[in-house]
């Protein structure tokens, strides 16, 4: 008898960190730490809620978070790829110029100063 390994659904794949405090998976610690950063700012927040597609340049993308009372989204990026920089201009451009790219020089300054992430996020607005 073949026994058949269940697969996650696609838009869980990848999930691996766990945050004990949230209760959730995420792609990443830093993205653990972003969430935890907005739940202890008592700001509402939804994870990867949505893949955009770019099909005229065949590509897609799925920003981290999504702020509601705000209408910006947070991409939290470890490592910048050629790849990843043309999804973000992309989005940028047909979706919303109302975004905050998170990377480690942000990730440094928020843990030293977490109000910062606030002042990042009402500058990414006005964008």
């Known amino acids: 008898m073949k026994i058949?390994?269940?697969?996650?659904?696609?838009?869980?794949?990848?999930?691996?960190?766990?945050?004990e405090k949230l209760q959730m998976f995420?792609?990443?610690?830093?993205?653990?730490?972003?969430?935890?950063?907005?739940?202890?700012?008592?700001i509402e927040w939804d994870y990867e809620?949505?893949?955009?597609?770019f099909k005229a340049h065949k590509e897609s993308y799925l920003p981290d978070f999504y702020l509601p009372d705000f209408d910006v989204w947070i991409e939290v990026k470890g490592y910048m790829d050629k790849r990843s920089e043309r999804r973000i201009?992309?989005?940028?451009?047909?979706?919303?110029p109302q975004f905050l790219l998170v990377e480690k020089l942000e990730?440094?300054?928020?843990?030293?100063?977490?109000?910062?992430?606030?002042?990042?996020?009402?500058?990414?607005m006005k964008e």
């Open 4 to 19: 058949l390994r269940q697969r996650k659904p696609k838009h869980l794949e990848g999930r691996r960190f766990y945050s």
């Open 107 to 124: 990730m440094e300054l928020i843990r030293r100063e977490p109000s910062l992430l606030m002042a990042l996020i009402v500058a990414s």
């Open 26 to 42: 995420f792609r990443s610690n830093w993205e653990i730490e972003m969430a935890e950063w907005l739940e202890e700012m008592d």
């Open 89 to 96: 201009k992309l989005f940028k451009k047909y979706e919303s």
């Open 49 to 53: 809620p949505r893949r955009f597609y």
